[in-house]
């Protein structure tokens, strides 16, 4: 079976298709539907999570209600959403970094001694107040606000103490007076200070060796006055043994005193005592026993204590 041929000058010759334009109400259809289209994309805001919204109205201005995380509706090319992040931030004063005014702190100890701060604050945008910040300050608040108020109170800060202590003892005072005097700064402004971070505190080379030298002879003169207080304790101990031994010894010898008092005593009113404590002393190796003058003989108490001899066999 063969197949039909195809006439090739036909085919060419044939008229192309001409497309029709739609119709008027498949135009309205389609221009209804592009204008409910752009209608919803301008009546709803998608805040996306960790930010906050904040409205501002062509006819009203700044309205006063931010708007939190999720979808909301508002007047089509009426309103316009200004998105501010409400997560927690945090703005770095340090010497490595190379952005025109953010370098590290240069401040003055209270003796004038020069020291340099690496500082990080964290904060956050306080949510209920986010449109009064968009009012007062605008996106621009770290560049007009926080970077020159950080430099100033770290300032006034370090300037209240000396160097020795900053870099020692009292780091943790000067902290938590910059984070004082900020947080104040911070709620004026509507943000909300999270904490204050004296990274590094940095002074002189010479400086800093003065200052060790100090505090290791500081330390060797603790070492010696505790040593002095311990020679001290130890001799007052031994004052206090020894006393406690003469007291003993006092109110032995009284106890002994008092005790031959009373034996005294007892030998005046009791003579017989005598030939009883005599007796007492002799009484191991005696062997004969003296009895009273009227009996007018002695006895031999060795006899006594032999054993008998026996009588001799008839």
Known sequence: MTEPRVNAAAVRDRPAPTLRPPGPRAALLIGGLLAAGLLVSQSLKVVPAGYVGVVFSSFSGV???????????????????????ARLQEVTLAHNVQDGDEGAIRARSKEGLDITADVTVQFRVDRTKAAT?????????????????VRSKVRDSIGQFGAADIISSKR???EA??????RKIFE??????DSVLLRELRIPDSIAKAIEQKQAAEQQVAVERNRLQQSTIGAQRAV????????????????????????GRALRENPQLIQLTVAEKLSPGIQTVM????????????TLTQPAKAAPKP
């Open 63 to 85: 309205k006063a209600q931010p708007l939190q995380e999720g979808i909301h509706f508002l007047v089509p090319f009426v309103d316009r959403v200004n998105l501010y992040d």
């Open 133 to 149: 910040l968009h009012k007062e300050l605008g996106r621009d608040y770290v560049r007009t606000v926080i970077r020159p108020q």
């Open 172 to 174: 943790q005072e000067v």
């Open 177 to 182: 007076s910059i984070t004082a005097e900020l």
């Open 188 to 193: 004026r402004n509507n943000l909300v200070l």
């Open 240 to 263: 206090v043994e020894a006393e406690g031994q003469a007291k003993a010894a006092i109110a032995r010898a009284r106890g002994e005193a008092e005790a031959l008092s009373l034996r």
């Open 291 to 302: 009895l009273p003058s009227t009996g007018n003989f002695l006895l031999d108490v060795g």
